[in-house]
């Protein structure tokens, strides 16, 4: 048998990482994941909100052209005295699904064209994505051949995301 030869075995000359070593890495590890993700996070937010507010632009612009059209080849223009919120006055759509007096309406945060007691939306609903809605608001000018026209598209909680104003000169009074 042999005896310590006087040598004491230290530290170093273990293989090996010590615990605080392990406890370092692993804190540094889940610092750099935790933000990682929140990078991730804060980029997909800021994804979706650019997404909506292009939708909303798109939603608006196709709203405008679509009233447009029925309004400038519309017919029998005139102010409703019963019509209620912004819109007020009936005329002939040139639209071949109505084909009666009809007036634009705002409901349940859609713009519908409705003809005794029907009603039809200006474009599908399927157009309305991620919670948006629209609100459309109309004046006759008081010569009778101009109207001014308001569509604004905005979220659940009133937060306007798109808006366009414009005038549209009837072809017919």
């Not at 935790?34 to 292009?54: F, G, H, P, V, Y």
């Amino acid at each position: 048998m042999k005896a310590n030869s006087g040598k004491k075995m230290t530290r170093r000359s273990q293989k090996g990482f010590t615990l605080v070593e392990l406890l370092c890495a692993i804190v540094v590890c889940l610092l750099a994941t935790s933000l990682a993700t929140l990078a991730i996070d804060m980029s997909s937010k800021s994804m979706n909100q650019q997404t909506r507010e292009a939708e909303a632009q798109t939603l608006c612009s196709t709203l405008s052209t679509a009233i447009s059209d029925e309004l400038r080849f519309g017919r029998n223009f005139e102010k409703d005295a019963e019509a209620t919120g912004d819109v007020n006055f009936s005329y002939f759509s040139a639209s071949r699904k109505l084909g009666n007096n009809c007036r634009v309406v705002n409901q349940d945060g859609k713009i519908l064209l409705e003809a005794d007691g029907s009603s039809n939306p200006i474009v599908p609903g399927t157009a309305y994505t991620h919670n948006v809605k629209a609100r459309c608001s109309l004046t006759l000018e008081d010569t009778g051949d101009v109207v001014t026209a308001m569509v604004c598209v905005y979220t659940d909680n009133d937060v306007v995301l798109a808006v366009n104003n414009f005038k549209v000169l009837l072809m017919t009074k």
